[in-house]
């Protein structure tokens, strides 16, 4: 079974430009998230998506951050424009929505930001 | 949410138990408790998940006392691989897609010693 995918793995770009991370989760997970981890500090959450639709971004930074899932499939999250502390990590999450399945959530490799 | 408390870091050595102890101690009667890993430069795995009394896998345990206020995660004869992050969530399973927030805390940094 194919894991969760991410790309770019590695970004680094200076502030004030924009940038955009793309995620294929595993096939059928209906639940999609997009996390910040800072390093030293536990993932953050950003959005939630349930097919395509938005469960939580009650922690997305609306002015500067968005992020869609047209199809209910893949996933892209937008910073423009990028601040200095927006370097972190950007995972991205999938999961089963029913039961104690949605307990376990699949986890892809992340992408590295850094903002010069 | 209920909020969680677990201990910032442990050490250990290779051959040893290690138990990892998770206070929750507004957990609600939806909430389920899991744990995950997190190895440096990688994203969370999934571990093991338990309501109560005591659940056993391949690669850990976890003992949930009656009362469900508390966690501990048990991890058997730990060898220097197990050196990574764990982190003890509560997650409300309401049978909708608004329950299941997957929401970590800090974690608990374990280094395991040669």
């Known amino acids: 079974e194919a894991g969760v995918a991410q790309s770019p793995r590695y970004k680094i770009i200076e502030k004030r430009q924009s940038v955009a991370f793309w995620c294929n989760p595993i096939?059928?997970?209906?639940?999609l998230y997009w996390y910040q981890q800072i390093l030293g500090q536990g993932p953050k959450l950003l959005i939630q998506?349930?097919?395509?639709?938005?469960?939580?971004d009650s922690q997305l930074p609306k002015d500067r951050f968005s992020a869609e899932r047209l199809k209910g499939v893949d996933s892209t999250l937008k910073i423009q424009p990028a601040k200095l502390e927006d370097s972190a990590v950007y995972l991205c999450?999938?999961?089963?929505?029913?039961?104690?399945?949605?307990?376990?959530?699949?986890f892809g490799p992340g992408t590295r930001l850094t903002v010069l | 949410l209920a909020k969680t408390t677990q201990p910032i870091s442990m050490d250990s050595y290779e051959g040893q138990e290690v138990n990892i102890t998770c206070s929750h101690n507004?957990?609600?009667?939806?909430?389920?408790i899991t744990w995950y890993q997190q190895f440096p430069s990688q994203g969370p795995r999934f571990i093991i998940q338990?309501?109560?009394t005591k659940v056993t896998n391949e690669v850990a345990s976890l003992f949930i006392p009656a009362d469900r206020k508390s966690s501990t995660l048990s991890l058997p004869r730990v060898s220097l691989s197990d050196t990574a992050v764990y982190y003890c969530?509560?997650?409300?399973?309401?049978?909708?897609?608004?329950?299941?927030?997957?929401?970590f805390g800090g974690g608990t940094r374990v280094l395991v010693k040669p």
């Open positions: 096939s059928g997970h209906a639940t």
């Open positions: 969530l509560v997650v409300p399973i309401t049978g909708g897609a608004a329950g299941n927030k997957l929401t």
């Open positions: 507004n957990i609600a009667t939806n909430d389920y």
């Open positions: 999450a999938s999961s089963l929505n029913s039961g104690t399945s949605a307990l376990e959530g699949y």
């Open positions: 338990g309501y109560k």
């Open positions: 998506f349930q097919n395509n639709g938005v469960v939580d």
